[in-house]
């Protein structure tokens, strides 16, 4: 079993800037792709950015040029770098893992994200 935990979400202006920090349990962290999905209210969840076992990085098309994704392996940690905020940004963000080899997939209990005035 792999626990997640988010944090580093808050409250945040217009253009803007947090980073998103998801802590995982230790043992096989090196093994898993990880990434960040959110939800806003009335949306379905959605990929916002991944990071593979092998550091390969995929963006979706909102985020991308904004947001940096990053893993630190040594403390077992995936980080989201956010930038230049804006309003539609605002939902709760989640941290995935997912096995690179078994179906083992787990989801944190997310952090809420705001970007307003």
């Known amino acids: 079993q792999v626990l997640l935990v988010e944090s580093g979400g808050g409250l945040v202006q217009p253009g803007g800037s947090l980073r998103l920090s998801c802590a995982a349990s230790?043992?096989?962290?090196?093994?898993?792709?990880m990434g960040w999905y959110r939800q806003a209210p009335g949306k379905e969840r959605e990929l916002v950015a991944t990071i593979t076992s092998d550091f390969s990085t995929n963006y979706a098309d909102s985020v991308k040029g904004r947001f940096t994704i990053a893993r630190d392996n040594a403390k077992n940690t995936v980080y989201l770098r956010m930038n230049s905020l804006k309003p539609e940004d605002t939902a709760v963000y989640y941290c995935?893992?997912?096995?690179?080899?078994?179906?083992?997939?787990?989801w944190g209990q997310g952090t809420q994200v705001t970007v307003s005035s």
């Open positions: 230790r043992g096989t962290f090196n093994n898993y792709h």
């Open positions: 995935n893992a997912k096995h690179r080899i078994l179906t083992a997939n787990f």
